[in-house]
């Protein structure tokens, strides 16, 4: 039997041996991977610096403000543009591609215009019209009527084809609707593509619903916004009714987790045992009845399933099912129930806990604060650096008279310049949005480097959050007379101790995450690439990549949370802390696996309750349904704004609370764990667990049995 334990402590690790000097969170500790916190420091440097650099060379106004190919912005007063305040794209289908998202421009000719199209038209059928002058407003600025039909195309110098457009965010996007069913742009279901061959207009609604979004008119965005004037204050109310069912809930949880939990577990039983029951029902009505007696296997596979329901042997395999499931819970039951009874004390020590330590349900509000500053900081940036591209035209002309054609060129001075005199019949054309010089070139990586310390921050900031809690909880834990001996200040004591110490370990647990986070981002690109390939082993490969990264993100998430835990108690580096804390962890699987479920259930059962108590009463009480004293709901253009907007936001409080709470229970956990291994209740090893702990283990302290 010892052979056998210390096998098994060899596969899992060595528990914990009794230290005289642990008395909870370790207070005489040093700097743990100071490396890590030295090249977080230097990449938060070159994050400012990136950001400095952003901020110099980009123009957010390109966002809000639409600019021409040249880079001057409509309707700006001042200058040419001034009575042009609409963007016109020649040709939008162009605008669907991934990249416009990282640069913010699209890869086509773009002019400013007095109005959008009003009506359909090619270049070809307007050419030889007196629809011609009506055209040509939407040319380039200098448009040759000299040229044919098919170098005009060729250059660029108008687009091949209007279509009625609507202007929204200043910008002529295609007026699509649908009649009988049939996608429509202005009256047309098919368009030319400039030389006389009709297209199906899909392609073009493809297009332009992939470049603006489907944006929501601006109409319906005032509506909302008017909305949320004037209800504003009762959605205000509706969030601290949320907020106050969150506490409320946790500190019931001392008195009813008990009760849930088992209720819960007999709801189960008994609807299983219902379950079980209704399939006899209808195995035995079926009996005699012509056809019922088919197998499954003669039948074959159907499309309409509810054929199978006249079949006996279906009934016989959903009882048997029901009856293995029924088997297997009541069996786990009889096997599991001492340790349901310890998750549920250690749900209600948690409980206790958090109201020892009630300042650290509005720790999520630094949390929350600290991501905020990250995220503008992120999107600002990714702002900045998506809008420091400008238009680079090239020179285009016949290749083999013209050797200058490829290279780089200014619209403006093109005409008087020395190209144009060694090459006759060339011209100035836009070409795309970029740059040529190396801050140009490198706009990609800078957006990569963004978004990698966005995640780095990000977690940084969540582990710095759970350091925190966790620290706290522990100093209740290993308090040995609760709460005499409790700190002063325990989760201030645990956040100074963090950034003191433990900046390194922090960042390099968060980097490993960052750079999980990052593979999954660029793995999302380029599937989003590869969508247009019919290649099955490549979107094979690509989904089985995602869904492993996807596993891993996960594991290290798990890994982490648990390291973090122990950096709190021991202040042990990173990987010395996961180590520890994964063989912890396996070395008491069973327990591990039992309280997370029912952490889990009581978790959904609180935001449940939350969310939908605080949602009925949103929903009845704007739509009048009921009135709170003598105040009613204001009147509103849609009643659902103000609904979802409190739904959302209790299920977000809720969701702070809980990870809260959560926290208090995994550190509680392995603070347990560590206690049974240490101690063993002898006068010089006394348990730190609670009495009902104690009971549940049938385990005592023998200087109070004596005392």
């Not at 189960?268 to 009845?289: D, N, Q, T």
Request: charged share 15%.
């Amino acid at each position: 039997m010892g052979g056998e334990r210390q096998h098994y402590y060899g596969k899992h690790g060595t528990p914990q041996k009794y230290d005289p000097t642990f008395k909870g969170p370790i207070y005489n500790r040093g700097c743990t991977d100071i490396i890590c916190c030295v090249f977080l420091l230097l990449a938060i440097v070159g994050y400012v610096a990136v950001g400095i650099i952003a901020w110099t060379h980009g123009d957010p106004r390109k966002v809000i403000y639409p600019t021409d190919s040249r880079g001057e912005f409509c309707g700006q007063k001042g200058t040419k543009n001034a009575n042009k305040p609409y963007l016109f794209y020649f040709n939008i289908v162009k605008c669907a591609s991934p990249l416009v998202l990282l640069e913010f421009q699209c890869p086509t000719p773009q002019i400013c215009v007095e109005k959008c199209p009003d009506r359909y038209l090619t270049f070809l059928s307007a050419h030889a019209s007196q629809d011609f002058e009506y055209y040509k407003q939407f040319c380039v600025p200098g448009f040759p009527n000299s040229k044919s039909v098919a170098e005009v195309l060729r250059d660029g110098d108008c687009p091949a084809v209007l279509t009625p457009s609507t202007p929204l965010a200043r910008r002529c996007f295609p007026a699509i609707h649908a009649h009988k069913g049939v996608l429509m742009v202005g009256n047309e279901t098919t368009y030319e593509d400039g030389l006389g061959a009709r297209k199906n207009i899909t392609e073009l609604v493809e297009g332009a619903k992939k470049a603006n979004g489907v944006l929501e008119a601006r109409q319906l965005a005032m509506r909302i916004f008017e909305d949320y004037t004037v209800s504003w204050y009762w959605i205000v109310i509706g969030l601290v009714i949320a907020m106050v069912m969150s506490l409320l809930f946790i500190v019931l949880l001392r008195f009813l987790a008990g009760i849930m939990v088992w209720v819960m577990i007999v709801m189960v039983i008994l609807v299983l045992g219902y379950g079980i029951f209704h399939c006899y029902m209808e195995y035995s009505r079926l009996r005699g009845k012509a056809g019922s007696d088919v197998s499954l296997v003669d039948l074959g596979f159907q499309t309409d399933l509810r054929v199978y329901l006249h079949l006996r042997q279906t009934w016989l395999a959903f009882m048997i099912i029901l009856s293995i499931l029924e088997v297997i819970i009541i069996l786990l039951l009889i096997f599991l129930r001492k340790r349901i009874l310890i998750a549920i004390a250690l749900i209600k020590e948690a409980s206790r806990a958090v109201g020892y330590v009630m300042c650290s349900m509005l720790y999520p509000l630094v949390t929350f604060f600290l991501l905020c500053l990250c995220i503008a900081y992120w999107a600002s940036t990714a702002v900045f650096l998506s809008t420091s591209n400008e238009a680079v035209y090239k020179i285009f002309g016949d290749v083999n008279t013209c050797p200058v054609v490829g290279k780089t060129c200014n619209p403006e001075t093109f005409p008087s310049s020395n190209e144009s005199r060694l090459c006759p019949g060339a011209h100035c054309q836009f070409a795309f949005y970029g740059g040529e010089s190396g801050y140009h070139r490198a706009l990609l990586g800078l957006q990569i480097f963004n978004a990698f310390m966005f995640f780095w921050l990000a977690n940084f900031v969540l582990a710095l959050g759970q350091v925190t809690l966790a620290g706290a909880f522990a100093s209740y834990y290993w308090a040995l007379h609760k709460p005499d001996d409790l700190p002063a200040f325990p989760l201030f004591s645990a956040f100074s101790r963090a950034l003191r110490y433990h900046t390194g370990s922090l960042a390099f647990g968060a980097l490993i995450l960052a750079i999980v986070q990052i593979i999954r981002v660029v793995l999302e690109y380029l599937d989003q690439r590869l969508k247009a390939a019919d290649n099955k082993f490549a979107k094979f490969l690509m989904t089985c990549l995602k869904c492993c990264f996807w596993c891993l993100e996960k594991f290290i998430k798990f890994l982490n949370r648990n390291a973090y835990i122990m950096i709190a108690i021991y202040g042990t580096n990173f990987c010395t802390s996961a180590r520890n804390a994964f063989f912890l962890l396996m070395r008491n699987i069973i327990r591990v696996a039992v309280l997370d479920k029912v952490t889990d259930f009581l978790f959904l059962l609180g935001k449940l309750l939350v969310v939908g108590s605080v949602g009925i009463l949103a929903f009845f009480f704007f739509t009048h349904r009921i009135r709170i004293v003598q105040d009613t709901a204001p009147p509103l253009n849609y009643y659902w704004v103000p609904i979802l907007t409190v739904i959302i936001g209790s299920y977000l409080i809720a969701h702070g609370f809980f990870s809260v709470y959560g926290m208090c229970v995994d550190t509680l956990f392995l603070c347990f764990l560590e206690d049974l291994e240490r101690n063993d209740g002898s006068a010089e090893r006394p348990y730190f667990m609670s009495s009902n702990l104690k009971k549940l283990l049938n385990k005592t302290n023998k200087k109070l049995a004596e005392s």
